[in-house]
């Protein structure tokens, strides 16, 4: 059967359309500058990195050495401890954030698991899958977790060991959980088992390089971090890292080797392509390449603040986000432009490719069609 040409046509509407939604793409924290042509012949083999990326395996057509590379770079920028840190690339924050609370559910079985209610929508959901008690704390008018409220909930509930998830940088608001002064209240508390995991997803990327972070990494007390691949660094095949302390996976290693193999990771099969895109990237910046590009976003971020305010629109954004919150608006502008709405606020976010003359169409759209309520 010849149907070469109606698959070529099929192609080529598909791709058109995938450019012309690329021009409005401004809501979501995905940078789509990259050139990852090097790499496409390796699109030919089997590539899969099945099991633990530190430990051999007999399927050897792998990325193996490469992953552990990216996995080195992300524990350098995180302050891992180093040579007892493990991790792995995954296939993307939620599947980081799925493993930071395994492993924490696993080092404290009798635990209440607390998050904030900007967490990202992926976690209760994980929470559930994971059968763990949880409570969901209030957020603040920023974005950040109510540290009040944490307070008063961890008193009620001395009796249980908690885990804190924190956010680095909250889907909506781009808000930077305060770890020091979670830490404080622990210490308040006297309480001493506990664990922390912290969703990086965007800010895991921007923190690192700029000049007064927030802190995020293992050095400010966390467990462990998962960030996003394909959102700051960009890449055609979501993707991500999960970072812990080794002595927490070896816990879980131990009782999976009683089945038989070294399986650290949650699927079995693993994407071989995305570790090595992660690494060239990672070739390609440098440290001082993404400190410029975030450096760029985080400039572009305070333009579209002022472009916003002056144009009589509350925009804002938070110390070191990317991130600029605005009211919602009307359906004629959602219509045009992909912009993330949570009731009463959106957002746009300042990647890489997102110009100045974006912001200005889309302020101007705004302007001329102002939302009705
Ligand atoms: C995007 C995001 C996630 C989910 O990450 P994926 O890579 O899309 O799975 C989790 N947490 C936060 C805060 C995010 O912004």
């Not at 083999?45 to 633990?52: E, K, R, T």
């Not at 921007?206 to 007064?212: A, E, Y």
């Not at 045009?336 to 302020?363: C, D, F, R, Y």
Request: net charge negative.
């Amino acid at each position: 059967m010849d149907n070469s040409g109606s698959v070529a046509k099929k192609l080529k509407g598909l791709r058109e359309e995938l450019e012309s939604q690329m021009r409005t793409f401004v809501g979501y924290p995905c940078n789509t500058v990259f050139d990852y042509s090097e790499i496409f012949p390796f699109l030919n083999y089997s590539i899969n990195n099945v099991g633990d990326p530190f430990v051999g395996s007999t399927y050897r057509v792998t990325t193996r050495e490469i992953e552990v590379e990216v996995l080195r770079f992300f524990a350098d920028m995180t302050h891992a401890p180093k040579e007892n840190f493990w991790g792995y690339v995954t296939n993307g924050g939620t599947e980081g954030n799925l493993y930071g609370l395994f492993l924490a559910r696993e080092t404290l079985p009798d635990a209440i698991a607390y998050y904030s209610e900007d967490t990202h929508y992926s976690v209760s959901k994980n929470l559930r899958l994971l059968n763990m008690k949880n409570i969901m704390i209030r957020a603040q008018e920023n974005g950040e977790m109510d540290y009040d409220d944490l307070r008063e909930t961890l008193r009620l509930h001395r009796d249980s060991p908690p885990i804190i998830f924190v956010t680095i940088g909250t889907t909506m608001k781009g808000a930077v959980d305060n770890i020091g002064e979670i830490r404080k209240i622990l210490r308040e508390f006297a309480i001493q088992r506990h664990y922390i995991h912290a969703d990086a997803a965007l800010s895991g990327m921007i923190l690192p390089f700029v000049d007064d972070p927030q802190p995020f990494g293992f050095s400010s007390g966390i467990d462990s971090i998962s960030i996003s691949g394909h959102k700051m660094i960009g890449a055609p095949i979501p993707c991500g890292i999960v970072l812990a302390n080794k002595r927490n996976v070896d816990r879980i290693a131990r009782s999976v080797e009683y089945v038989g193999a070294l399986d650290t990771t949650l699927t079995g099969s693993r994407n071989g392509i995305s570790p090595l895109m992660l690494w060239y990237a990672i070739q390609k910046h440098g440290v001082s390449g993404f400190r410029e590009m975030v450096s760029q976003c985080l400039e572009n971020a305070e333009y579209a603040v002022k472009v916003f305010r002056d144009n009589g629109i509350n925009a804002w954004r938070n110390k070191n986000s990317v991130t600029v919150v605005f009211p919602k608006p009307s359906g004629a502008v959602l219509e045009k432009w992909q912009i993330a709405v949570s009731g009463p606020i959106a957002h746009i976010i300042t990647m890489p490719h997102v110009s100045k003359s974006q912001i200005n169409e889309l302020v101007q759209d705004m302007v001329a069609n102002p939302a009705t309520e």
